[in-house]
């Protein structure tokens, strides 16, 4: 197995422990980090976001398959089971990730999914209706993102 398949592996295994700290030692200090809800973080804010997830689930489990990485790009298959804190309701999310490595660390990390089925787990009724829409996905983003900076500033005292 290559190494950065391994690093995948135990990114993973860590986030089904919900170990943050063990996560975030498999991004290098510049990585890039995109998905539906957090596009665009990089570096602290990336690995931020994983410490906050972690901290705060309940009852996540975590599934990774088909990962793969040579020595500068990677792939995996994942799935998260958990209760979207907002509403209660229980979320099953399917994600693709692509990654690029550097220096045996995570520099670019991608996580894609399909944000309407998220929204229907996640939201119920307003997820149906609304969540193929710019407003609902604006309104998703603008929450966590306002709940990672509260999460960061927090962390930084």
Not at 99 to 110: E, N, P
Request: hydrophobic share 40%; aromatic share 12%; glycine share 8%.
């Amino acid at each position: 197995m290559h190494p950065n398949a391994k690093l995948l592996e135990e990114f993973y295994a860590a986030f089904n422990r919900k170990d943050g700290p063990a996560m975030v030692a498999a991004y290098a200090d510049e990585v890039e980090f995109s998905d539906p809800v957090f596009p665009a973080l990089k570096g602290a804010e990336a690995k931020g976001m994983w410490k906050m997830l972690c901290g705060s689930a309940k009852d996540l489990t975590v599934e990774a398959s088909g990962i793969w990485a040579d020595d500068t790009q990677g792939r995996a298959h994942w799935e998260a089971r958990y209760t979207f804190s907002v509403t209660g309701r229980k979320v099953h999310n399917i994600i693709d990730a692509t990654f690029r490595f550097k220096d045996g660390r995570i520099v670019q990390h991608t996580d894609s999914f399909d944000f309407w089925r998220w929204s229907r787990l996640a939201l119920g009724l307003p997820g149906v209706l609304l969540g193929w829409s710019p407003l609902v996905h604006n309104k998703v983003r603008g929450t966590a993102r306002a709940s990672l900076d509260k999460y960061l500033v927090g962390e930084k005292r």
